[in-house]
């Protein structure tokens, strides 16, 4: 059994990590070059680190990504 949790990282923190705006995000999202966020709840999306940790090195492409589809 693994024991790593692989936590949601809200909009905040995420921003942080990156450096980038919320406007910048949302740009890079639609055009396919950032992970989506994922509903967490009602009111509340975020970003699984791990996924983040991808983005980060660069090892994977955003375009062919189909959450939510």
Known sequence: MNSELDPFLD????R???TL???TINRMQRAGRFPKFEQISA?????RKSVLV???AGKRDWES?????
């Open 11 to 14: 909009r905040a923190v995420v």
């Open 16 to 18: 942080e990590l990156t």
């Open 21 to 23: 705006s919320f406007p």
């Open 43 to 47: 009111g509340r999306v975020g970003l």
């Open 54 to 56: 991808q983005f980060l």
């Open 65 to 69: 990504q189909s959450i939510g589809s």
